[in-house]
């Protein structure tokens, strides 16, 4: 069966550190690979998805970017965290013919001091 | 531009009584999906119910059911005798069709509480 994870779990940072937040899949080949935000009272935004190794499309401008290194590795960093960075981010994966039934991780709680 | 409306932030009931989240949606295309993700504290986002739009028929999961109105844009869940477990934010989410890419639009949410 497929499982996704994400770490770290919870995260506090200080403003103008730099971010990396990790999303791995197992069970799966060549999956479509998503990141979202969900701030405090709010429904979740896509920030980033990719349809393959390497390639990357932005949905929201910010300083932030995304990185997939490895077919089931999907990477969130930032060089210079916000205040506004604060959220939980959640990482989803769908297989890619049946792109629409997405899956997600447990999520990770940043807060940016 | 898709955008996702639910309108009820908050919504209460009685364990084993039956309770109704609505959803309206607005989009231009013809071919896209519905969903219902269920946040419990937890966080993780549970997929509870999904229906395509060319299909007439009201999707149903156990107790969950929908009710899909296409010419309205409109997309209730109903949970039937809710437990306590059925607490969460659930959320309502629309995707287009047509493409490979999957791209999700969320509602704001609706935070049901169930008293036992």
């Known amino acids: 069966s497929q499982t996704i994870h994400q770490w770290p779990a919870t995260l506090v940072q200080p403003v103008g550190s730099p971010l990396s937040l990790e999303c791995t899949v197992e069970g799966t080949s060549n999956p479509n690979l998503y990141w979202y935000r969900q701030a405090a009272g709010r429904g979740l935004q896509l920030l980033f998805y990719?349809?393959?190794?390497?390639?990357i499309s932005s949905e929201v401008p910010q300083n932030l970017s995304a990185s997939r290194p490895q077919d089931r590795q999907f990477i969130l960093s930032s060089k210079k965290l916000l205040l506004s960075d604060s959220g939980f981010y959640l990482c989803a994966w769908s297989v890619q013919t049946v792109h629409y039934e997405q899956y997600f991780g447990p999520g990770t709680r940043l807060t940016v001091t | 531009a898709q955008t996702v409306t639910q309108s009820q932030p908050e919504m209460s009931v009685q364990e084993a009584e039956t309770v109704t989240l609505s959803c309206t949606y607005d989009t231009s295309e013809s071919d896209y999906y519905l969903f219902w993700y269920k946040q419990p504290p937890s966080r993780q986002m549970i997929l509870v119910i999904r229906q395509e739009a060319y299909k007439q028929q009201n999707a149903t999961e156990n107790r969950f059911s929908v009710n899909f109105q296409k010419a309205a844009k409109s997309f209730s869940l109903k949970i039937s005798d809710s437990q306590l477990g059925d607490a969460a934010m659930y959320f309502c989410a629309y995707s287009p069709g047509g493409s490979t890419l999957g791209r999700l639009y969320f509602g704001r949410g609706t935070q049901l509480t169930v008293w036992p």
């Open positions: 990719s349809v393959g190794i390497g390639q």
